[in-house]
């Protein structure tokens, strides 16, 4: 049996443990704490180590995703959680830009201990003070080539197409990766 | 939809950055606990700004610059047949009062002096509507928001905030391929050009600030607004690609690397989730 991960990272309740849930075909494996801090009241739980969930490919192959700790005192887990991903979806939630510098820093911080492809899920589009898509790839800095694509984890059709995206990407890496051997 | 948020987390220079780049057309709104400016933008360029209280009418802006006097301005102000700020320019054109050109040098001119002071508002919230123009009858001079950028950068005094916008000097500046990003058409400083004149992949910031002898707070302020008038990217440097140290503030970025699986697997995945 093959096993492959996916990392779904991004600021705290950015909406990473519902994007699992919303496309886990078990219950996501959720290690959640009550919060403590003050600051950090806007949901009563969070994730300290990591969401784990799982969809079976075929009899051979499993795809595994694994949400990281949304606080950043649990950022020590980032570099064993990227540890051999396929790649990695960050996600943010388009309605607070109190969060979109930190969304900016972990994923400088996830790139550099992976260089692996990733997309940006711009969360929370069916919101009214959504930040558009584009206008996040501007805040965010994102470059023209990584795809950003509006999201609403709690749709299983929003979320598989960020999936498919983020595959996507993966294989147009192989692609330029293999016009550059043949070069 | 619109565009809502805080000044502390999205400052007024990459307001402007964004609305700059996405070629916007709208109102935005900044409010202070004491003060609300109004901007309108129309296809990425200021077209329009005003502070609540000011008095904002052309016959008040020609008589600040010295184009008409006093007693001009009385007569102006006690006609009550002049509609808008419009009809008012035509009018003291064809009475040789005024020229079209100190009509448009005036306006702008004022509305520069009023979008600067919004660079020292740091606390406040922000609203920007899009498509929405509420200047019916104003004479509106479109102004490129890449100089009004670099103006703001220059008054940027606090270095922890450059810092978190600009962390790592490791990085190097390539000029964008944007065809509208014309350096010709922006005022620079002796100091921003010396910069301007080392940007290509090969020099990181560090080298271009040692080149010029520049503090690491100077470079930053001038990068930053070379990058937030979108006249500038960061790269990663070239010829330099290494990970850095668990825990070690990001390097430069490495180009993507395939996950090492074969690309049928990814392919099994793609039809897998497509079924789901």
Known sequence: ?183 | MALKGNLRDFNTTQLFNLINLARKTGLLTIETRDARARLCFKEGKLIYAGLDGQDDRLVTILLKAGKITEEQARTIRARSDIKNDKELGLLLINAGYVSQEDIVQSVREHTLETVYQLFNWTEGTFRFEPNVLPIEGRITVPIDLENVIMEGSRRLKESARLEEELPNLDMALKFTDRPDARMRTINLTVEEWRVVSFINPRNTIRQIAQYNNMSDFQIRRIVYGLLQAGLVELVPPEGVEKKPPPGAPPGAPPKPRRPAVKRSIIQRLIDRIREL
């Open chain 1, 1 to 183: 049996m093959q096993t492959l991960k996916m990392v779904i990272t991004g600021p705290f309740a950015a909406g990473k443990t519902q994007f699992i849930q919303t496309i886990s075909e078990i219950d996501v494996v959720e290690t959640e704490a009550r919060i403590t801090r003050d600051e950090e009241r806007i949901k009563d739980r969070t994730t300290v180590a990591m969401d784990f969930g799982r969809i079976t490919i075929d009899e051979n192959l499993v795809l595994y995703l694994f949400g990281t700790p949304g606080q950043r005192r649990f950022d020590f887990m980032w570099e064993i959680l990227s540890e051999g991903m396929l790649g990695f979806i960050v996600v943010v939630d388009s309605t607070r830009p109190e969060t979109f510098r930190e969304a900016r820093e972990i994923l400088d911080t996830f790139y550099n201990y992976s260089p692996t492809p990733y997309v940006v899920a711009a969360n929370k589009q069916d919101m009214e003070d959504a930040w558009e898509p584009e206008d996040l790839r501007i805040a965010l800095r994102i470059p023209r080539d990584v795809k950003v694509i509006p999201c609403v984890a709690t749709d299983k059709e929003s979320v598989k197409r960020v999936l498919l995206e983020l595959l996507y990407s993966i294989l147009e890496t192989m692609d330029e990766e293999e016009a550059e051997a043949v070069r």
